[in-house]
């Protein structure tokens, strides 16, 4: 079936992902065609115009259907120059705060939110309580999240002073401090509908919508982010990434942007 799928399956992306908010380009991977051509059997459906008719008549199957577009791919202290620029410049312009909200969007394992944890509890403002809330719509990654347990691969690019204080070795894994995990909140949810929380002082979005969703719905995102983030806070986004969008906000560095 998957390989069926070669020509008919872009025009249903075509037809389905713009009415989502994604730009349909962005998803002709191999990959995400055979874990539809594998949902169509779990369902017994025969063609993609019988899934597309599930998916506008079944909200939960249009939200599976996003997870199975999803890479989920991450890593901790992934693009280290960014993470630089956060542990010097970031970091220290939250001090004084009593609270300081952070927030990751499309959190995939932890790699992202924990890696914020690791470096504030190594450098961050003493006086300062951090709150970091990370979320993501697929469920299984968030498992792993909360496991807090990886493989070395995932922590190839981070620094090696924090992998020997932060991790501990369990034979092939590598298990998280604990008191490095109690510092993030994990959530479920889809970052489209529900957006980012309010008050923030530094959001992550990165390799998400601003590599994954139309133009339309990427500018209607860093409009929520606008109005989520304080004055003086900060967006980070990907480093291959541009929002074409950045009205309210002054570049720091190739990927962090200041709320004016
Ligand atoms: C490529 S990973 C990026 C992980 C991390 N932010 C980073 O840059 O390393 C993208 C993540 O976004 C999640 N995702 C995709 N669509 C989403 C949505 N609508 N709401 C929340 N999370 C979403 C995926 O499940 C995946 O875990």
Same mark, same amino acid.
């Given at each position: 079936?998957?390989r069926?799928?070669?020509?008919e399956?872009?025009?249903?992306?075509? #037809?389905?992902?713009?009415?989502m908010?994604?730009d349909?380009?962005r998803?002709?991977?191999?990959q995400?065609?055979?874990r539809?051509?594998?949902?169509?059997?779990?369902?017994?459906?025969?063609?993609?115009?019988?899934?597309?008719?599930?998916?506008?008549?079944?909200?939960p199957?249009?939200?599976?259907?996003? #997870?199975?577009?999803?890479?989920?791919?991450s890593?901790?202290?992934?693009?280290?120059d960014?993470?630089?620029?956060?542990?010097?410049?970031?970091?220290?312009s939250?001090?004084g705060?009593?609270?300081?909200v952070?927030?990751?969007a499309g959190c995939a394992?932890?790699?992202?939110?924990?890696?914020?944890a690791m470096?504030?509890?190594?450098?961050?403002?003493?006086?300062?309580?951090?709150?970091?809330?990370?979320m993501?719509?697929d469920?299984?990654?968030?498992?792993?999240?909360?496991a807090?347990?990886?493989?070395?691969?995932?922590?190839?690019?981070?620094?090696k002073?924090l992998?020997? #204080? $932060?991790?501990s070795?369990?034979?092939?894994?590598?298990?998280?401090?604990?008191?490095?995990?109690?510092l993030?909140?994990?959530?479920?949810?889809?970052? #489209?509908v529900?957006g980012?929380?309010?008050?923030?002082?530094?959001?992550?979005?990165?390799?998400?919508a $601003?590599?994954?969703?139309?133009r339309?719905?990427?500018?209607r995102?860093?409009?929520?982010?606008?109005?989520?983030?304080q004055p003086?806070?900060?967006?980070?986004?990907?480093a291959?990434?541009?929002?074409?969008?950045?009205e309210?906000?002054?570049v720091?560095h190739?990927?962090?942007?200041?709320?004016?």
């Amino acid at each position: 079936l998957s390989r069926s799928l070669g020509h008919e399956f872009d025009q249903f992306l075509k #037809t389905v992902l713009p009415s989502m908010g994604l730009d349909w380009r962005r998803h002709r991977r191999r990959q995400v065609r055979r874990r539809v051509a594998e949902r169509l059997r779990e369902l017994h459906l025969r063609s993609l115009e019988e899934y597309h008719l599930t998916l506008l008549k079944n909200p939960p199957e249009a939200e599976r259907f996003r #997870t199975l577009l999803g890479v989920t791919i991450s890593r901790f202290y992934r693009d280290p120059d960014m993470w630089e620029f956060i542990k010097q410049t970031v970091l220290p312009s939250l001090a004084g705060l009593p609270r300081a909200v952070m927030f990751s969007a499309g959190c995939a394992s932890g790699e992202e939110p924990y890696t914020l944890a690791m470096l504030w509890q190594h450098d961050g403002p003493e006086r300062t309580k951090p709150v970091i809330l990370a979320m993501d719509i697929d469920e299984t990654v968030l498992r792993r999240a909360e496991a807090g347990v990886y493989e070395d691969g995932c922590l190839r690019l981070l620094p090696k002073d924090l992998r020997d #204080t $932060y991790f501990s070795r369990q034979g092939r894994l590598l298990q998280l401090d604990p008191a490095v995990q109690s510092l993030v909140q994990f959530y479920l949810g889809d970052f #489209t509908v529900i957006g980012p929380p309010k008050g923030i002082h530094l959001a992550f979005c990165r390799n998400l919508a $601003y590599t994954y969703f139309g133009r339309e719905e990427r500018g209607r995102i860093t409009q929520t982010f606008h109005q989520a983030i304080q004055p003086g806070g900060w967006l980070v986004i990907g480093a291959t990434e541009k929002p074409d969008l950045t009205e309210g906000f002054e570049v720091q560095h190739p990927c962090v942007y200041r709320r004016i």
